[in-house]
């Protein structure tokens, strides 16, 4: 796939910001201040000798950063908040005078949806293009595939996706929730609220769904002294769930517990639908279902079935106000914005701030000034970094309507500290 090096030129499905358009968004937004950071520093205070000193993409006037994310095959139905939410941070900050002086420069790659090409694609950017950081993936697939690249080249990824946990590495920041503060957290809502004692878990073939829903497994039986009573994958853009359907209905479990992603959700949906398996009738909870998704499921098709996640388009927070009219602004009245769309956009805001508290582009200054770097802007309400390069954040479980919005009937008390290891779930 062709890549583009100019931040500002369209992309299919994503349209250019004209001047006007970023003016009136900026003025929309107002100045984005970041807790516990400094003002905006002027290029010449910060020589390039001296905050670059591991040969990156660093000017004077500028700074290189990789965009990695399908803009094509099954996994671009989510995918492409991201790649927007990512771009507007950029376009804010750039707008504001940029990072350490320097505007970023951004180029974009397409994983196609497809592991290997993500490999090669992160290999072209930290290699070739000598990006300073990377905005990118979505499945854990994906992030596999590139983790040893990150690793060997010392870059740095900020990966904004919900994901099982079990890993923690010096090269990833992970703006999305693991395990405990999504999959446990659901599944203890919905044994105390809706008394689900049996559950049916169904997935995605690849590694996040299936390791999601071992670790669901071992907090059913080992934890909550429920039972499993169905347990099936699907292969990556799948459409027949008629099988499937079949055994649920069979089995029937006081929960569906989904972690079907990409393309697949919309025929799950409306074939369960088909099949009389509605909210009105069975209990359904997912955790891979966000406002992204829903645009091509329908909300007729969703209605009374239930999320887990920590952010939703609906969130009731003057952060998240400006944020969605900042994201309308730029991409239409129409467009929405789910989890990972949201935990895309803090990548570029924790990047600046983490390299504006080093003084500083190289990787190892970055990553040793990110834990502790709060967020008292996000649109989800506040994150901070914890020194497992995990966020703390809130969970939330939010039921779906059939105008295609979610309501949120479920939110955590507290903050939750990051757990990507959690003890009896290995």
Partial sequence: MSHDHDENASRPGIPALSDVTRRRLLQGLGAIPLAGVPGLAFAQQFPTAKVMTTGKAVTDTEVVVGQLHSSSGTMAISETGAIQAEQLAIDQINAMGGVLGRKIKVIKE?????????????????????????????????????????????NLLYYPTFYEGLEQSKNVIYTGQEATQQILWGLDWAKDEKKAKTFFLVGSDYIWPRTSMKIARKHIENFQKGKVVGEEYYALGST???????????????????????????????????????????????LSVTEDEMLGVGGENFAGFFSSMKYFQTLENDNNKKFVEAFKAAYGPKSVIGDVTQAGYLGPWLWKAAVERAGSFDVDAVVKASPGIELKTAPEGYVKVHENHHLWSKARIAEGMPDGTFKVVAESKDLIEPNPFPKGYQ
């Fill in 240 to 286: 027949n769930f008629q099988s499937l359907i079949n055994k649920i209905k069979i089995a029937k479990p006081d929960c569906i517990f989904a972690a079907v992603v990409g393309g697949s959700n919309v025929a799950f949906y409306k074939q369960l639908k088909a099949a009389g398996i509605t909210g009105a009738k069975q209990f359904l909870l997912t």
């Fill in 110 to 154: 397409d994983g196609a949806s497809d592991w290997p090409t993500f490999a090669e694609k992160s290999r072209k950017l930290i290699l070739n293009d000598k990006v300073a950081c990377v905005f990118g993936c979505w499945t854990s697939a994906s992030r596999k595939a590139v983790l040893p690249i990150f690793e060997k080249e010392n």
